[in-house]
């Protein structure tokens, strides 16, 4: 019996369970590089080399190991640039007994897969993905006759569950949450680690020219691509950041420095995501980090919730509730992203920064997303689904069952709470807090209103003002909302106009 086994572009793990089982004798592996997948949204010109160039790899160690690989090139002749038809032709050319396939990471290939088995005629076998601490149906059953969900109880939940930074039933160190010890600002003479990068290799190289052939109109450049793009190369980034930059990790992950877009951040999603790490080992190894001296449990415990408690959250979120989560709009945004999203042509030191590194890096680490780009999103009132949509597109490691709540449920609280407790709404004054790059502005944080005064100040009391009906209820929002109610409405009316002349002006 002959199996044609599907490997989708971010399912590079030779132990995924599409791959269980497999007799090399009389199945294949079918991997496909189609035009759909690069262009349903315009993706980085990173983002496209990095996959490509690890599907490329990921087939090659295959190869290596005695699996037969049908591997479809974009640049093919006769690709048809499709998933679905890919796959049918591909039963055509082998003539399997059945398909087996993983759990795809996005609801729209899901609902493709789901359609094979009528095209081709052949069964089609939809596995679970085993990547993940939590399955769907973990996460489903986590969510069930609760009113209210918040990463913190899920997180403690799977901590029990898999025995991580446990002393027996307790947590380490007697405490769940280390989050009070981690949000310094960085000192000024502080000199950030220099971050393990990779220098492209002849596949890599191959990749970058077809890239810059077929996508010369995508956001981004080329000339900093140094991302991880096998196994191997997972492995030694995963090393050298818990060696080198994890001891620091907790301390600093809040922090934001102009010219350093990396600081003590990990750079590990992009190959978690595509499947080039299993988070699994990656907590393990932070952990042992600690027992052993290396690293304090602040800044592991720090590290392990983002992974073992965030990212397998917000897969939970992304699947429980799609496909209407993606057309939330709680707080009725309506105004149109700034073109300054894709050029970074902006006087706000704090937005030119982060998106420039986007641009040069399609990366900028979770405080920048959350705070920077994603609060101006919230305060401007941008819709959620067109900030959505650019993050999706400009980031290395954004793949949509991620990215999605993260953008929608954290940045822009387009879920009205579903994800979070509060909207993560802000001033300048948090930016100035925790960067240097309020100094470098043309705006003047210190000023509240007027000409020369930071946007992010007027923006965040014009929001709340807007909000009032959606927030002022909101327990988190008690203090701001307790200063507003002494502002007579005149002050209230010209911080309104204030705001509406700066966002008018971007249009």
Known sequence: MSILRVILGDQLSFDISALAGLDPRCDIVLMMEVMEETTYVRHHKQ???????????????????????????????????NLTTEVQRAVVRHAPDGLVVSEPGEWRVQAMVEGWAALTGKPVEIRTDNRF???????????????????????REMRREHAILMEGKQPAGGEWNFDSENRKRLPA??????????VPDETTREVMALVEQRFSGHFGGLEEFGWPVSRADALHALDDFIAHVLPNFGDYQDAMKAGAPFLYHSLLGAALNLGLLCPDEVCRVAEAAWRSGAA???AVE??????????????????????????????QATRKLPAFYWTGDTPMHCLREAIGNTARYAYSHHIQRLMVTGNF??????????????????????YEWVEMPN???????????????????????????????CSGCAFDVKQKTGPNACPFNYLYWAFLIRQKDRLANNPRLAMPYR?????????????????????????
């Open 296 to 298: 304090p449990l602040n």
């Open 133 to 155: 601490f939590a399955s769907r149906a973990r996460f489903a059953t986590w969510t069930h006759g609760r009113r209210t969900w918040r990463m913190e109880h899920f997180y």
């Open 377 to 398: 999103a919230l305060l401007a009132g941008i819709v959620p689904q067109e900030i959505e949509r650019w993050y999706l597109a400009v980031y290395a490691d954004a």
């Open 407 to 437: 953008t929608l449920g954290m940045a822009v609280f387009a879920d009205g709470g579903q994800m979070a407790s509060k909207p993560y709404a802000a001033s300048g004054a948090y930016i100035d807090r925790m960067s240097d790059f």
């Open 302 to 331: 720090g590290f392990v919730r983002q992974i073992l408690g965030w990212r397998e959250y917000v897969r939970g979120v992304y699947w429980a509730l799609m496909p209407d989560y993606e057309k939330r709009n709680a707080l």
């Open 189 to 198: 003479s502080s000199v950030p680690p220099v971050r393990l990068r990779f």
């Open 483 to 507: 200063t507003l109610a002494g502002w007579p409405p005149q002050r209230q009316a010209a911080i309104l106009a204030e705001a509406d002349t700066f966002l008018d002006q971007l249009e």
């Open 47 to 81: 983002k496209i080399v990095l996959v490509l160039s690890a599907m490329r790899h990921f087939a090659a160690e295959l190869r290596q190991r005695g699996v037969p690989v049908d591997y479809v090139l974009l640049d093919a002749s006769d690709n048809t640039g």
